[in-house]
């Protein structure tokens, strides 16, 4: 099978996520890294570039020139990631779906939820991939958790219960450090902060893993520090289509907490958590027998977890082991497209520009019902009114 070519745009010497995409799209042997515009700063992206391997041709400077580049080669990527600051992603994405790539975008897609109906829309036009990367699902025991409740062994789902509150914006001596207040600047980042930034995964996964979008919500928002204009914690009361309540909590002063993503779902027949700084377990709890460790690597677990899990039982697979997951089932859905066939199944489980949208109408409606004391709001797309 031949490789397929890889692209990204940001993802610079330093940044955070850079280096979790290249090891996500190099670790199966699906795709080569064969071009990047990589950093804000031309001369330093063509630089790093050059030495993370690329051909000084396709380490370009700016993300217009790698556009222009790749349309004019025979060989040009097959998929492009862009992983630069959220509000240039609406931009990149756009001019690379209209240019007929597939594209994975990081999260949040779009900055207002008119944008991410443009790329839904953009994306069903053009048949092309646009994927967002909301990676933690590519983790093989959240596909578990997925499937056990797809297949019915917890019964109706009651409810679920997402975190992600983390403590790394707590210090208040430093709310004033530039690295940190752009992200509560309404100017900058938008309508929301901590939401946007962290709330929108703990959502996802749990809309993912129970097969249910939220419809409604109510948010209690505040800034704890606070000279900050955009909040620094939210707790979110949720209602989804299928039937089921949510809660859900998001923070960056959560002093003490260190990643902090997790998820509990309570059916009628049974209970599962699971936490992303100890990704290798899930806790199951079957009502009336005890509570079970299903550890990550066993057999027979389900095909999606099989799938998705490569290392041998008691040995940790991480973060970057779920972005090659989502790697994975893009190659399989980009070599599917190519050979014009049907895509495993298993690895159609990507999100996709649709949960990006999704996220974006739930921020704005956060900000809402944020405003007015926490009333209910709708929060879904127009589109899926
Ligand atoms: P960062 O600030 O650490 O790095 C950004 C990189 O993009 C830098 O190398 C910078 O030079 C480059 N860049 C900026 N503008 C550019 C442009 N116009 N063209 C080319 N390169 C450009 O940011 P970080 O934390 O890596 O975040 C990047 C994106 O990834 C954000 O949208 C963020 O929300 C998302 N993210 C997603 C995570 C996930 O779990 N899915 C986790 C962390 C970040």
């Not at 990589?38 to 330093?44: S, T």
């Not at 944008?115 to 699902?137: F, H, K, P, Q, S």
């Not at 940190?180 to 993912?208: E, K, N, T």
């Not at 027949?269 to 027998?289: C, V």
Request: proline share 4%; net charge negative; with cysteine.
């Amino acid at each position: 099978m031949a490789k397929l070519r890889w692209g990204m745009i940001g993802g610079g010497e330093g940044s955070q996520i850079g280096p979790a995409h290249r090891l996500g799209a190099g670790l199966d042997g699906h795709f080569d890294f064969a071009a990047g515009a990589l950093d804000h700063r031309p001369d330093a992206g063509r630089a790093y570039g050059q030495r993370l391997g690329l051909t000084p041709d396709r380490a370009y400077g700016n993300w217009q020139e790698m556009l222009a580049g790749e349309q004019a080669r025979d060989d040009r990527v097959d998929l492009v990631t862009v992983a630069t600051p959220n509000a240039t992603h609406f931009e990149i994405t756009k001019a690379f779906l209209q240019a007929g790539f597939h594209v994975l975008c990081e999260k949040p897609m779009t900055m207002t939820v008119d944008e991410g109906e443009e790329i839904v829309r953009l994306a069903a036009d053009t048949g092309r991939i646009c994927a967002v990367n909301y990676g933690y699902t590519g983790y093989s025991l959240v596909r578990h958790m997925r499937a056990m409740v797809a297949r019915g062994d917890l019964g109706r789902i009651r409810l679920v219960k997402a975190e992600f509150a983390h403590g790394h914006h707590a210090d208040a001596a430093d709310a004033d450090n530039p690295r940190v207040r752009w992200r509560y600047d309404p100017a900058q980042a938008g309508v929301s902060a901590q939401f946007a930034d962290c709330g929108i995964h703990a959502l996802h996964m749990a809309s993912f893993v129970i097969g249910q979008q939220v419809e409604r919500l109510s948010a209690d928002t505040v800034s704890c520090i606070e000279s900050r204009v955009l909040e620094d914690d939210a707790m979110l009361n949720l209602r989804f289509d299928g039937g089921a309540v949510g809660r859900l909590w998001t923070s960056s002063i959560a002093l003490g907490n260190q990643h902090g993503l997790s998820l509990q779902v309570f059916g009628e027949k049974g209970g599962l958590r699971w936490a992303q700084e100890q990704p290798n377990q899930l806790y199951w709890m079957p009502l009336g027998g005890r509570v079970q460790v299903i550890e990550r690597g066993e057999a027979h677990l389900s095909p999606e977890a099989d799938r998705t899990s490569r290392v041998t039982i008691g040995h940790a697979e991480g973060m970057p082991l779920a972005f090659a997951n989502i790697y994975a089932d893009l190659a399989e859905a980009i070599r599917a497209d190519k050979e014009g066939r049907a895509m495993d199944p298993a690895a159609n489980l990507y999100p996709r520009a649709e949960d990006g949208l999704r996220s974006m109408a739930a921020v704005f409606a956060v900000a809402e019902s944020g405003k007015a004391k926490g009333t209910w709001v709708d929060a879904r797309p127009p589109m899926f009114r």
